[in-house]
């Protein structure tokens, strides 16, 4: 019998501890461990940044949640990426979405560039596009999917770009920080490697910075793996406890903030002073069918323009009460930003650069009729 996403949520990682009957997997902070006799290691641990118990819990967590093979935790989501590029060699090529999460592109574009890596951005939704890219003289090595976007909630199918790679040879890589594993599984739809910043919704709660990656490859993970250790990004054990905790309620607190943003994001497209909504879960999005072959549910995040521009976006962010003015995302409570001048801030001069009087919300947990007040009360001093 398998059990289901919301059994394994809160189950994966998290046996009793054999050894006390601990309910919760302990935090372990011991940095080495006792051998006995020269390389006989007990349970396989034997230096803290090669492998910790508590990281191994939380690994085999999100292995069992993305269905793959193997799990492998980092210091942030960004650390995760970097050890994915490690993948690369002088030379190569990487092919990334037009909108990648900015730190993403700024850590290809002005780090791995410097070291031989040439990195091309096309829109992945243009499937003729990226064939065409795929079989050009040199092609990537590497296809960076983040789907779906930020800020604008772009939608991209991961099986067909995957399958178009495959043949191509590259790695196809899925940045699944905004879906979560509950809402979108992209090792089941061909792609090699998921990554995760566990800082979101997977920690949940705003409290704790980490990255995950998972993948069904041997030969990729071993590879990995070593990078793993040999660049030495790697989490805390309280950190691990953390992600671990959030993990646990990720099917409940999804389901709750999905159904809450599509309460808000379906009430904005009716009302005065918003010019347009980007929302996966609205009939009118460009990519409604895909998002229901592709998706559980089409997630807690969106974005809209503010017909008063710029200046009416800015007192309107300004003016919340419940929705916290902040960066990041994916957390128990709502946030609201203007991408513009935060969030993507670095990259405004690029083709990646966002309209200034786009507001983005992470929609949290909280009643929606409450955020809803909220958000009408922000309307009114903005003079909306
Ligand atoms: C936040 C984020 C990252 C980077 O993760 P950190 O934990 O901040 O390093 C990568 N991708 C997406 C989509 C993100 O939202």
Same mark, same amino acid.
């Given at each position: ?194 990554? @995760? ?7 949940? @709660? ?20 070593? @990078? ?39 009430? =904005? ?27 559980? =549910? ?87």
């Amino acid at each position: 019998m398998t059990d289901r996403f919301e059994t394994l949520a809160v189950h994966a990682g998290a046996a009793p501890d054999p050894e006390t009957g601990a309910v919760v997997p302990p935090i372990q902070m011991s940095t080495t461990f006792k051998q006995d006799g020269v390389g006989g290691l007990r349970g396989g641990f034997e230096y803290g940044r090669s492998g910790n118990p508590t990281r191994k819990a939380l690994e085999e967590a999100i292995c069992v949640l993305e269905n793959g093979a193997h799990g492998l935790a980092y210091a942030s989501g960004l650390a995760a990426t970097q050890n994915i590029l490690y993948l690369l060699e002088p030379g190569d090529r990487l092919l990334m979405s037009d909108d990648v999460y900015g730190g993403t592109w700024r850590l290809a574009d002005k780090v791995w560039r410097r070291y031989g890596i040439e990195t091309d951005t096309i829109d992945l939704r243009d499937l003729d596009a990226v064939a065409t890219t795929l079989s050009s003289a040199k092609p990537p090595r590497m296809v960076w999917i983040e789907t779906p976007s930020n800020p604008l909630l772009k939608v991209i199918d991961i099986s067909a770009v995957a399958r178009l790679a495959a043949v191509a040879g590259a790695i196809t890589v899925v940045d699944n920080t905004f879906a979560t594993p509950y809402l979108q599984r992209p090792l089941e739809l061909g792609a090699d490697l998921v990554l @995760h910043s566990a800082t979101k919704y997977l920690g949940g @709660h705003s409290d704790v910075i980490g990255g995950l990656v998972v993948t069904r490859s041997d030969e990729l993970a071993e590879r990995l793996r070593f @990078h793993q250790n040999a660049a030495g990004a790697v989490p805390s054990p309280f950190d691990c406890f953390l992600v671990m905790r959030g993990l646990r309620t990720l099917a409940v607190r999804m389901e709750r903030a999905c159904a809450n943003a599509l309460v808000l994001a379906l009430w =904005l497209s009716e009302r005065p002073g918003v010019a347009a909504v980007h929302y996966p879960g609205l009939p009118d999005h460009p990519a409604a069918e895909l998002v229901e072959r592709q998706m559980r =549910l089409p997630g807690a995040m969106l974005s809209f323009e503010m017909s008063g521009g710029e200046e009416a976006a800015r007192r309107f962010a300004a003016a919340t009460r419940l929705f916290t003015l902040a960066e990041s995302l994916g957390a128990v409570e709502s946030l609201i930003e203007l991408p513009a001048p935060m969030t993507h801030a670095s990259v405004a001069e690029s083709a990646l650069a966002v309209s200034p009087s786009l507001v983005r919300l992470s929609v949290g947990i909280e009643n929606a009729g409450d955020l809803q007040s909220d958000l009408e009360a922000a309307f009114r001093s903005a003079g909306s």
